[in-house]
């Protein structure tokens, strides 16, 4: 009797493999062989094997998509108003600018 190919585990018939609560199924993947160099590369320094790293892979690929931020939720947050900020915004920089040089500048010893 070979070993089962996942620690704990009982091999069942059809290439199926029931380890707890997971049954996960064989599949067979073909690459060129520089892709598989570099993928078992990938894995090893990830301490992994090639079989983990390939069904990491495609977790993440299928995993829920992430919703996209809606633009819109930043506008209508408050009432303005009436103020036109755009409009007055020349002035109110140079307001700004020119009250920060009033104050005198300490000087750091």
Do not use: C, W
């Not at 892979?57 to 829920?64: E, K, N, P, T």
């Amino acid at each position: 009797m070979r070993p089962a190919p996942f620690p704990n585990s009982v091999e069942l018939r059809f290439g199926m493999h029931y380890d707890g609560d997971i049954m996960m199924s064989r599949a067979q993947i073909a690459f060129d062989p520089e892709t598989q160099r570099r993928a078992r590369r990938r894995a090893s320094d990830l301490g992994v094997s090639l079989a983990e790293y390939v069904r990491r892979l495609v977790a993440r690929d299928l995993a829920a998509p992430r919703r996209a931020a809606n633009p819109a939720a930043v506008f209508d947050l408050g009432a303005s108003d009436g103020s036109d900020i755009a409009a007055n915004k020349d002035a109110m920089l140079a307001e700004a600018f020119a009250s920060n040089r009033r104050q005198p500048r300490r000087r750091i010893a």
